[in-house]
T-cell receptor, first 113, second 113 residues
Framework: AQTVTQSQPEMSVQEAETVTLSCTYDTSESDYYLFWYKQPPSRQMILVIRQEAYKQQNATENRFSVNFQKAAKSFSLKISDSQLGDAAMYFC??????????FGAGTTVTVRA | EPEVTQTPSHQVTQMGQEVILRCVPISNHLYFYWYRQILGQKVEFLVSFYNNEISEKSEIFDDQFSVERPDGSNFTLKIRSTKLEDSAMYFCASWTADNSPLHFGNGTRLTVT
């Protein structure tokens, strides 16, 4: 099974500032997908951004962008211009050839007004 | 946009009772999943279901658990004799088997007393 590691249990950011969440993963596969999910207090799982491993270009979605380093097996999420509504738990997830998602332990992001 | 629908949103049951958690996946999706999240912990894979049978299950998915797709729309998770440690958020997800992400329902919060 693939292992997804999020080494930051908690991160705090000032409103309008930038925060970067780290994620590393372990795999022997060459073709896979990586995702970041946001889980607000309602506990919904909301897709933030995804990256196909065969694409070298880093994915971006508005204020969210990733730094995908395939050789290093690293997939960090950058939240720019942080807003109060960004406060949530963020999960990094891997999907490989077995078609199931493996999640990291999550990072709780708090946004200071 | 089509959604994965889960009912009920919250279920309270007594230890030893059977519970059935219900999900209506997106209609043209082919793969169905159940995930579990104990409060404050990571999201864990339970089972995947394809072509009317279990394609993979985790070690958590023991004989107390079963899944069924009784008709063309519903996908259910049954816990035969609930234990206190089954208290968690249970997420259903479905997928078209292409490069799109899994679509998650809003979850069912199961509380075993």
């Amino acid at each position: 099974a693939q292992t997804v590691t999020q080494s930051q249990p908690e991160m705090s950011v000032q409103e309008a500032e930038t925060v970067t969440l780290s994620c590393t993963y372990d795999t022997s596969e060459s073709d896979y997908y990586l995702f970041w999910y946001k889980q607000p207090p309602s506990r919904q799982m909301i897709l933030v951004i995804r990256q196909e491993a065969y694409k070298q270009q880093n994915a971006t979605e508005n204020r969210f962008s990733v730094n995908f380093q395939k050789a290093a097996k690293s997939f960090s999420l950058k939240i720019s211009d942080s807003q109060l509504g960004d406060a949530a738990m963020y999960f990094c997830a891997y999907r490989g050839l077995d078609y199931k998602l493996s999640f990291g332990a999550g990072t709780t992001v708090t946004v200071r007004a | 946009e089509p959604e994965v629908t889960q009912t009920p949103s919250h279920q309270v049951t007594q230890m030893g009772q059977e519970v059935i958690l219900r999900c209506v996946p997106i209609s043209n999706h082919l793969y169905f999943y159940w995930y579990r999240q104990i409060l404050g912990q990571k999201v864990e894979f339970l089972v995947s279901f394809y072509n009317n049978e279990i394609s993979e299950k985790s070690e958590i998915f023991d004989d107390q658990f079963s899944v069924e797709r009784p008709d063309g729309s519903n996908f259910t998770l049954k816990i035969r004799s609930t234990k206190l440690e089954d208290s968690a958020m249970y997420f259903c997800a479905s997928w078209t088997a292409d490069n799109s992400p899994l679509h998650f329902g809003n979850g069912t919060r199961l509380t075993v007393t």
